[in-house]
């Protein structure tokens, strides 16, 4: 019998019914061991030797893998073709040689980059040993995340309250955000206008150019600075005739863009779907682990995880025949095209991100995938199959039109595509818009006297650079060699998890938490936030891989100065981290307004200097004459939350509510701004409202605050099943009650005016809505549940991926991969919620069928005849699960990157 080892379940199910019943595939889980979340797991002084620790779930699973080893002949290692496989395959070996269960038995490695039976067969064909190279370049960097997050984050929690964790990688992408944001603030705005002017050909043809040259001189973007300097341009324009100077014409060619590598795969699915990183990132995973076609589960696409651009002879053919077929021979380049990366050390998988059948068009794909994989798995087929595409030919063509008296000249750009080749099928986005060259100009030739239509001057003003998108954040990483492809989107995450950013409108904004721990870091641990030093560690732990450097060396260098600095700062006082955060951020949380006035006064005592402060829980705004002046506000920029905070640091009495004679305040509280009628006592709360999404503290006035006291208010009877509708805000804001079911407002519409007419409208749209999701998303089976249920469905909802039976849901942790839960997993994170219905009524165990129910009689009838009196309550795997959920692949991204 042979043994084959991979990471998921689902990649289990396929690879089992290629090989066939000579073969036992079972499921790792990704790692079985990691180390351990405390100090002392990494021991410098003994030469970095690492402390590994098999948790529960771990431990199970090894068991399960060790009892399917035992009597067998050959084992392979089967996890995916990379760095991390490579670890996880090392980490099971280890293991199994810990319980000395391999005597006798072959142990192989195995790699495929797509899940086909082709690919898989010749893998097991060929198997090779464990690349030790690989498994050391994933021990230094293991340790080198463990070291820099257990080192450096108790040195921000002592003095930097509030802040939550630091990262090899997650502090440096947190600085290019930080830093970008401080680049948007201090740029200043210039004015610039340009000129066009319309003219008319001696064949009655428009065309529009723009003004380059006045008066000799070259006009740069800035020269023409406000309106006088343009109304000065266009009178010297409108006194002149002009004719034609010169015609240049060309043709380019514009080639097609490289197939997929992890990178692009995410910033072009974030660009042109509206994908996060990690939603990209499990999407590609179920495409590449398998999806049923037909009775047949089958690995859409290759590895995901990929910094290589090339493509097999096998797949470059098949795009040649494909395009060929679907495009004709017009589209087909005389020869292959070759790609190569920009990396330096391009590694992990060896090919690009492919369809493992090019001939799996995605209409033909369209009845097996839901929408989001649809949409991913089209755009890799259409890159994939454009890459290999001829190139497209434009026309281009570039007029000067010049005054006779040449006190102007103007320039006319256009641009026709002769030959669309590969745009037939695909265009790269960019985060930037595409230059505008314009249609195509009229004819013209030398010499030719040109009349002018209008002239009309335009005023713009120059522009801060962007805040960092996804893609783009994904791209600056990339560019400076930060990090691994492979890791973006859990460091994108965990920025955001630990509020130190937001991401606003596709945008990421830093929050003041995060601009404080960046400023500290940069502060008194400059080197380890640059990002020479960051890539330039990358670079070594690619040479690691190589075998070009021993690991250890790597680390006795990187810890050496590391802990020198650490060890600096630990005479460092609060009071020096708050002089240094305060002059640093100064002109952030203090920026000037303009009106001559000092943005640090304090607002209270009018005689303190206001400044950043550190408490237990994070940094405020205090007064420098504390504690005569109590004055403080939460961290924001003053003028705009800060001013809001000022106004509120204590009760704003709007007006007396007519019926009771109570005061109307408009207050601040942990949660939020709030209406408040009276003052109450401890037996007697006083009645509360919260603002509305969207709403203003300044926009509050008496009536609009005696409103929202109001809530709920009936709106009236629903005109088919005649239950009363109300309307009010709760725990997730405004909604519509209709009998014992909530429906949210859509934004825009007031929860204190709406009428009965719209709510009814309302309520149809959301349960037709509710349907159309059902519909399109019946979910994936997981398998039965074990207390008879009903089937276990998984499904990918508005607010992430969870699991169902019946009609009870449970959102999956952030830590848990959807692409690895079984069955018994989710039963287990199922249950809590189930229990809780059941005593409500709202489920009930479905009956089992006949032929089960006489199967386990006599086995029940056994047990309660030997059933003691009283029988001690066992621990069930089912426990362990509800008590400390499977963390699947997402921990193994968590052992891959760390605290990066």
């Not at 998108?469 to 600056?476: C, G, P, Q």
């Not at 303190?608 to 007064?623: N, S, V």
């Not at 009760?651 to 019926?659: I, N, R």
């Not at 009838?861 to 030997?866: H, S």
Request: glycine share 8%; proline share 6%; aromatic share 6%.
């Amino acid at each position: 019998m042979n043994v084959v080892i991979v990471e998921s379940p689902a990649k289990a199910k396929t690879i089992n019914k290629y090989l066939g019943s000579d073969y036992t595939v079972i499921a790792s889980y990704g790692h079985v061991r990691d180390l351990p979340a405390k100090d002392g797991s990494v021991r410098p002084d003994e030469d970095f030797a690492m402390s590994w620790e098999v948790e529960d779930r771990g431990a199970r699973q090894v068991s399960e893998i060790a009892k399917a080893v035992k009597g067998s002949s050959r084992v392979f290692l089967a996890t995916d073709p990379d760095r991390e496989g490579e670890a996880i395959s090392w980490h099971v070996l280890q293991c199994l040689q810990d319980r000395k269960v391999l005597k006798g038995v072959d142990v192989k490695r195995v790699v495929f980059h797509e899940i086909t039976k082709s690919a898989v067969l010749h893998a097991v064909a060929n198997p090779r040993d464990i690349n030790q190279e690989l498994v050391d370049a994933y021990l230094a960097r293991r340790a080198l995340d463990y070291l820099v997050g257990f080192t450096l984050s108790p040195v921000l929690w002592r003095k930097l309250p509030g802040s939550r964790s630091a990262g090899r990688v997650q502090s440096v992408a947190l600085r290019l955000i930080c830093e970008r944001e401080s680049e948007i603030e201090i740029f200043k705005t210039q004015e610039y206008w340009s000129v066009d002017i319309d003219f008319l050909t001696p064949k009655s043809e428009q065309l529009t150019a723009r003004l380059t040259h006045l008066n000799g001189t070259k006009l740069d973007k800035l020269t023409l600075g406000d309106k006088g300097a343009a109304d000065a341009a266009v009178a010297v324009v409108n006194a002149a005739d002009f004719q034609v100077a010169s015609v240049e014409k060309k043709q380019s060619k514009r080639h097609p863009a490289p197939p997929f590598t992890t990178s692009t795969l995410q910033q072009e699915a974030s660009r042109k779907l509206g994908f996060g990183a990690q939603q990209t990132m499990r999407l590609a995973q179920k495409l590449y682990e398998g999806v049923d076609i037909g009775g047949e589960t089958v690995g859409l696409i290759s590895y995901m995880r990929t910094d290589s651009v090339t493509l097999s002879g096998e797949a470059i053919g098949g795009c040649r025949r494909l395009i060929g077929q679907d495009y004709g021979d017009k589209y087909l380049p005389a020869s292959p095209r070759a790609y190569k990366s920009k990396s330096a050390n391009a590694q992990e998988a060896h090919e690009a991100i492919r369809p493992t059948d090019l001939f799996r068009r995605p209409k033909e794909m369209a009845r097996f995938l839901d929408q989001d994989q649809l949409r991913l798995y089209e755009l890799i087929w259409k890159r994939t199959i454009a890459c290999q595409m001829e190139s497209a030919v434009l026309d281009q063509v570039a007029a000067d039109l010049i005054a006779k008296d040449k006190s102007a000249q103007a320039r006319a750009t256009g641009s026709t595509i002769l030959f669309d080749g590969f745009l037939k099928l695909y265009l790269e986005g960019r985060d930037d818009a595409e230059d505008d060259e314009g249609g195509m100009l009229p004819p013209l030739a030398q010499g030719e006297s040109v009349k002018r239509l209008d002239t009309r001057p335009e005023q713009h003003f120059t522009q801060p650079p962007p805040r960092y998108t996804e893609a783009s954040l994904v791209k600056k990483l990339e560019e400076l060699g930060i990090g691994r492809p492979s890791t973006y989107a859990s460091i994108i995450q965990v920025l955001q998890d630990r509020s130190y950013v937001k991401l606003e409108q596709k945008r990421f904004i830093p929050e003041d938490r995060g601009r404080l721990v960046t400023t500290f870091l940069s502060a008194f641990f400059d080197r380890y936030v640059e990002y020479g030093f960051t890539a330039d560690l990358e670079n070594q732990l690619d040479d690691i891989s190589e075998g070009r450097i021993d690991w250890r060396a790597v680390l006795r260098q990187f810890w050496e100065p590391f802990i020198k600095a650490v060890d600096g700062t630990k005479d460092l006082t609060i009071t020096q981290v708050i002089d240094t955060l305060d002059a640093a951020l100064g002109d952030h949380f203090f920026p000037d307004r303009g009106d001559g006035k000092n943005p640090r006064a304090c607002p209270s005592c009018q005689e303190g200097r206001l400044g950043l402060r550190l408490g237990r829980t994070g940094g405020f705004i205090g007064c420098s004459r504390y504690p005569d002046c109590r004055y403080t506000r939460a961290l924001a920029v003053d003028g705009a939350e800060g001013e809001a905070d000022a106004e509120l640091a204590g009760p704003k009495l709007l007006g007396d509510d007519p019926a009771t004679g109570l005061p109307v305040t408009l207050r601040k509280g942990p949660y939020g701004v709030y209406v408040q009628l009276g003052e109450g006592d401890k037996e007697n709360k006083p009645k509360r409202a919260s603002l509305p999404a969207g709403v203003a503290p300044g926009d509050v006035d008496l009536d609009r605050a005696l409103s929202m006291l109001a809530l709920p208010r009936t709106i009236g009877k629903h005109p088919e099943t005649g239950d009363e509708l109300t309307a009010g805000i709760g725990r997730f804001g405004p909604y519509i009650k209709h009998g014992k079911a909530y429906t949210s407002l859509p934004k825009g519409e007031d929860v204190l005016t709406i009428g009965l007419n719209r709510a009814v409208v309302i309520l149809a749209e959301a349960a037709e809505k509710a349907k159309n999701r059902a519909a399109k998303n019946p979910g994936t089976v997981l398998g039965p549940h074990p207390g008879g249920h009903g089937d276990i469905t998984l499904h990918d909802g508005r607010y992430g991926p969870y699991v169902e039976v019946g009609k009870v849901r449970v959102t999956l942790p952030k830590n848990i991969d959807p692409s690895a839960l079984t069955a018994d997993q989710a039963a287990a994170l199922l249950a809590p919620k189930l229990l809780e219905a059941e005593k409500s009524g709202k489920a009930k165990a479905k009956p089992r069928t006949k032929a089960a129910t006489a199967e386990k009689a006599p086995a029940k009838k056994a047990a309660a005849a030997k059933k003691p009196a009283a029988a001690k309550k066992t621990k069930t795997a089912a426990d362990d699960a509800a008590a400390k959920p499977t963390p699947s692949r997402a921990r193994r991204t968590k052992a891959a990157v760390g605290t990066e």
